[in-house]
């Protein structure tokens, strides 16, 4: 198993910039394929970005390509999200999410075993 802590989330202005980190506990945690959801009020959870293990092979949502950037440091057991741009519409709680499965493409949020508890995002007009 692993556990997952989000952190870096906060309060900024529209176009400012971010950067979330989750940490894993464990040894193993060059094993797992990782992602970042994130969840609106009032609306379903939604995929966000999603790194391999090695960090060769990378996805995003087209509403953050360009914007965020998704990265690992397996030596330091934590991914990470950069978010540059900011929109007002960026404004979720956002998810660290682990998995042993090797996915591609954009996968659902069944594909992901483990989750941290959420980080708060907001982002003002």
């Known amino acids: 198993q692993v556990q997952l802590v989000e952190s870096g989330g906060g309060l900024v202005q529209a176009g400012g910039s971010l950067r979330l980190s989750c940490a894993a506990s464990?040894?193993?945690?060059?094993?797992?394929?990782m992602a970042w959801f994130r969840q609106a009020p009032g609306k379903e959870q939604e995929f966000v970005a999603r790194?391999?293990?090695?960090?060769?092979?990378?996805a995003y949502a087209d509403s953050v390509k360009g914007r965020f950037t998704i990265s690992r440091d397996n030596a330091k057991n934590t991914v990470y999200l950069q978010m540059n741009s900011l929109k007002p519409e960026d404004t979720a709680v956002y998810y660290c999410?682990?998995?042993?499965?090797?996915?591609?493409?954009?996968?659902?949020?069944?594909?992901?075993?483990?989750w941290g508890p959420g980080t708060q995002v907001t982002v003002s007009s």
């Open positions: 999410a682990a998995t042993v499965r090797l996915l591609a493409g954009i996968p659902p949020t069944i594909a992901y075993d483990y």
């Open positions: 464990g040894r193993t945690f060059s094993s797992y394929d």
């Open positions: 790194i391999n293990r090695s960090g060769g092979d990378i």
